[in-house]
């Protein structure tokens, strides 16, 4: 019995539009905003050159349920080249790209599966090996419920089962729960390998038989740190071998630059300047959070008389026009002497936050939704809102008990 190779993708959000991002020079938000394009070229180019048997995408094509025209050319245009070279593609679509949305239609080549909103099974027969692969499209937005209980256990003890699933772990309430999930349920259905999609963070839940997020193939903000990418997998019955390929255009970092003994301005300036070109070096393009360490109460004085936003300016300038692109979208301060007790009571305070539920930060915040002139200038609260006010609310913390 043969193996069989295939690219397991999920979540390409193409076309994001990396909203909140201000202050940056043309080119650089230019590059920024084609990112999920570039990452996604990246694929389709290795598919070309490396001719796996099939890829699968899992969910979350594209960013957005009007699924922009301009990601609809660039997935029609990268499925006509693959229908070229006789690459079968399973594609599933998530909560973003649901189908009850309304979209200007491309009509895809005939090499591409578009799975239904029902559980249902591609079969393809690839060099006499029989090969299944079950999955979904989110008929609508939320899909709650747990869509699992409607895949088959695998029957054909020749065929090599695949099951594809946009989702998450019903104990994992970090995220939306979409189309909820047990390890074991997926375990008892016998497969060979689970392509799962919805999380962007990369992760295997499972060895044998590999349960697996490829993660996204572009990090889309401040949350999503590290190097993006999709897996390349061959597999049989009895072996799986995955191979995480890097996908990124650009790179979301923290970047550390230790200020021990830092007296001068230019001594910060030029260990900035080290850091983030050690950081080009390793990642090519980046977006990078500059965090300080080890500032004593001498190299503290250096932001007497200029702000933080003041220096950040200053780093910025000494990168404007570098290439690769290295634009530093934060500066933070970690202060040496700040006591064990305030990093407790921090961290107490953190944990409160961690606890509440959606509904408690809509009633935390309900000032500001409900205020009349306001409430039109905010963006709606989405889990990921939620965590950029959690992490903003964490640096002010520490800043503020710092200063105190
Ligand atoms: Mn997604």
């Not at 001719?51 to 957005?64: A, E, N, Q, S």
């Not at 080009?280 to 200029?306: C, P, Q, W």
Request: net charge negative; aromatic share 8%.
């Amino acid at each position: 019995m043969s193996a069989i190779r295939f690219f397991h993708m999920a979540d390409l959000h193409l076309d994001s539009p990396f909203k909140g991002l201000f202050g940056l020079p043309d080119n650089n938000l230019k590059k920024i905003r084609a990112s999920t394009f570039e990452a996604f070229d990246k694929i389709i180019h290795k598919a070309i050159e490396e001719r796996p048997d099939f890829l699968l995408i899992v969910g979350d094509i594209y960013d957005g349920e009007n699924r922009s025209l301009q990601a609809q050319r660039r997935f029609q245009a990268a499925m006509e080249m693959l229908f070229e070279h006789n690459i079968p593609v399973i594609v599933s679509y998530g909560n973003h790209d649901h189908l009850h949305g309304s979209w200007t239609r491309f009509a895809l080549p005939s090499n591409v599966y578009e799975l239904p909103a029902d559980t249902s099974v591609v079969q393809l027969k690839i060099r006499g090996q029989q090969v299944n692969i079950y999955g979904f499209s989110y008929g609508q937005r939320h899909v709650k419920e747990a869509m699992i209980d409607r895949y088959p256990v695998a029957q054909d003890q020749h065929a090599i089962h695949i099951g594809m699933l946009h989702g998450s772990e019903a104990s994992d309430t970090t995220h939306a729960v979409y189309a909820p999930f047990k390890k074991e349920q997926l375990l008892e259905k016998r497969y060979h390998y689970w392509a799962l999609g919805h999380i962007h963070k990369r992760q295997l839940l499972h060895k044998e038989p590999p349960i697996v997020y490829s993660g996204n193939i572009q990090s889309r903000h401040r949350n999503e740190q590290g190097v993006k990418g999709f897996y390349d997998v061959t597999l049989s019955q009895t072996s799986a071998q995955l191979t995480f390929v890097p996908t990124s255009a650009v790179v979301y970092n923290i970047v550390e630059v230790d200020c021990t003994n830092v007296q001068h301005a230019n001594e910060l300036l030029q260990k900035c300047e080290e850091a983030i070109a050690t950081n080009r070096m390793e990642y090519g393009a980046s977006v990078m959070e500059l965090h300080l360490k080890n500032i004593d109460e001498e190299t503290e004085a250096l932001f007497e008389h200029a702000s933080v936003e003041e220096w950040l300016e200053t780093i910025r300038e000494s990168e404007d026009g570098v290439e690769p692109m290295g634009w530093v979208q934060k500066l933070i301060l970690h202060k040496k002497s700040a006591s064990n007790e305030s990093t407790a009571m921090t961290e107490s305070v953190i944990s409160v936050m961690e606890q509440w539920d959606i509904s408690e930060w809509k009633d935390i915040l309900k000032d500001l939704y409900q205020h009349a002139g306001g409430a039109r200038f905010v963006e709606p609260l989405t889990e990921r809102e939620i965590e950029h006010l959690k992490l903003d609310a964490q640096e002010l913390l520490v800043d503020e008990i710092q200063r105190a």
